[in-house]
């Protein structure tokens, strides 16, 4: 079977006879098999999905088939999906089945898509490489000896190497253009409280959102349109209308972007992920569209927010693992609190530790307004610059991340060197706005380069129109 | 900012989290490099600016308050670690 890169082309196949799900849940299950040792799936949903794709092939024939019948998806590992299990990567999970569906799973499963699996990706989101998940390391398909990105590294893989043909991955600080920039796939973080979180586990409650991986702008599009919009089980969700976003993909006119100087002249940055950057912005000028550098000296400043605020929110979302109501419980404690901190302490893996550990610390009232409400005040500066920048620019580009895809252990003994990777993608994060990454070339090595796209908050259509014409052009 | 014995015993109380010797060693270490590294805030000057603290476009969106049963008690008990008919089970409070 060819290797499908839109759903457009899927749903005009079935419609020939070319195809069927079926057809494509087995050719997709085929490719799993073939590509364990990656790593990127804990869990197959086999047999279930092949009684669905015949279902919803007779939907087809009889016409009554919804507007995703015959995509094949995955669900990182922290998204609910009734009574099936859900671990977050996490030993402290062990033995958890989800007792109700996320909402966007569910909308997905109302226009009928097929869901296949389960993705690998860091324990509880907490990652840049895929190595912190308790069920091992998860590997890039373009070169074993490198990670696929994190934190959402499982699902992008299962993008990369045509196991499904869209995943849905969660971006706290970047981690679905992180990876996809790693991957050479298109992955969305859409603006803050654009989509329901219900159903989805808390990592940062300030800055989480479930992103999208896809091959293409327009499928991104087609299922952020169905995904988002207002929710009654979540009271954070954004009231607005969704605009119909695949219809409206047409990009006229011409752009004002900014990059920020500091990103380019960065001492960490890749000189081959600098040209290609420098390569896109001079197209993009010489197509007519207005390409100006400005200043952004908060760029130093935006990691160590988003690292305090966001450990600081996981030390308290992460509480509730504690081998009461659900997950792992050690049986080493004597007493109730021992029980706690045993089962914690056991069931935790290294890095979470280390969040819950600084998250607790900034919060602790010796030191809360010295770090936490500090970070929160930067957080308005970084937020406010960032907003000002995008009522003068459409656009704010800048490189995904500051390297290609590492390789497996090379950053795993320095936490930090390991937080660096997140440099170019938290400011989004920070600012709660769309961003987007889209492939960008390949290095030397053969590795994808992405290349990030930031719009201002609720500008997804913008956003999503301009990537694509990029990627047509 | 260095981090010592005491503070990380009394951090990770809070934390409902224990530490050996050796990881703990290791943990002191880590969370000093970090904060040593996010002292690099205070080089922002943030006089007179407010703490950012809800990123909610909209607040107070209230829907009717329904009486409905989301998760029926079976259900809600289904993932326990130890359990009776009725309730989760948990290890003795008081000694």
């Known amino acids: 079977m060819k290797k499908y890169t839109s759903y457009f082309q899927i749903r005009e196949d079935i419609e020939k006879g070319i195809t069927s799900c079926q057809k494509l849940v087995n050719y997709y299950l085929k490719n799993i098999h073939a590509k364990k040792h990656l790593n990127c799936f804990l869990e197959v949903y086999r047999d279930e999905a092949l009684a669905r794709a015949e279902q919803i092939d007779q939907k087809l024939t009889r016409g009554q088939a919804g507007r995703l019948a015959g995509m094949v998806i995955a669900l990182k590992d922290v998204l609910c999906y009734k009574d099936h299990a859900l671990q977050a990567g996490s030993k402290i999970l062990q033995g958890f089945e989800s007792q109700f569906t996320a909402t966007a799973v569910q909308r997905l499963l109302d226009e009928d898509v097929i869901i296949i699996g389960r993705n690998n990706c860091d324990e509880f989101a907490m990652g840049s490489s895929c190595e912190n998940s308790a069920y091992g390391p998860v590997l890039n398909d373009l070169d074993h000896e490198r990670v696929p990105g994190g934190s959402s590294g499982g699902a992008a893989v299962a993008v990369q190497t045509d196991m499904c043909l869209v995943s849905l991955g969660t971006d706290t600080g970047g981690s679905v253009r992180q990876p996809a920039s790693f991957c050479g796939i298109v992955g969305l973080k859409p603006t803050y409280s654009r989509i329901s979180r219900y159903g989805l586990l808390a990592y940062a409650s300030s800055f989480d959102i479930i992103g999208i991986f896809s091959h293409c702008v327009k499928d991104c599009a087609l299922v952020l349109e169905i995904i988002a919009g207002n929710d009654e089980f979540d009271s954070t969700v954004s009231q607005k209308e969704v605009p119909s976003y695949s219809t409206d993909l047409n990009y006229s006119g011409k752009a004002k972007i900014a990059y920020i100087k500091e990103t380019l002249v960065n001492h960490g940055l890749n000189s081959e992920v600098k040209n290609k950057t420098l390569e896109k912005l001079d197209f993009l000028s010489h197509q007519g569209h207005t390409v100006e550098a400005v200043d952004f000296p908060l760029l130093d400043y935006v990691l160590p927010t988003y690292y305090i605020l966001t450990t600081a929110e996981a030390s308290s979302n992460l509480s509730r693992y504690d081998g009461v109501k659900y997950g792992y419980r050690s049986s080493n404690g004597h007493n109730l609190e021992s029980m706690y901190k045993k089962t914690r302490s056991e069931g935790f893996g290294e890095e979470v530790i280390r969040r819950i550990m600084l998250g607790t610390f900034v919060l602790s009232a010796n030191y809360y307004d010295a770090y936490y409400t500090k970070a929160q005040k930067v957080r308005r500066l970084i937020k406010e610059k960032t907003k000002k920048l995008l009522s003068h620019y459409d656009f704010i580009m800048l490189p995904t991340s500051p390297t290609t895809a590492f390789k497996l252990g090379e950053h795993t003994s320095n936490p930090l060197e390991m937080y660096l990777a997140d440099l170019f993608t938290v400011q989004a994060s920070v600012a709660g706005i769309p961003s987007i990454s889209i492939p960008n070339g390949l290095d030397s090595n053969g590795m994808p380069i992405g290349l990030q796209i930031m719009a201002d908050d609720f500008q997804e259509a913008n956003l999503l129109a301009f990537s694509k014409y990029i990627m047509d052009n | ?95």
């Open chain 2, 1 to 95: 900012m260095e981090i010592d014995r005491k503070v990380l015993q009394k951090i990770a109380h809070l934390a409902r989290l224990e530490f050996d010797q050796n990881s703990e060693k290791q943990m002191i270490a880590s969370l000093s490099e970090i904060l040593d590294w996010v002292d690099k805030l205070n080089e922002v000057d943030t006089t007179n600016v407010e703490p950012l603290t809800n990123m909610s476009h909209e607040s107070n969106v209230l829907r009717e308050d329904i009486a409905q049963e989301p998760l029926d008690h079976e259900r809600g008990l289904k993932n326990a670690p130890q359990r009776d008919a009725d309730y989760f089970r948990v290890p003795k409070v008081l000694e």
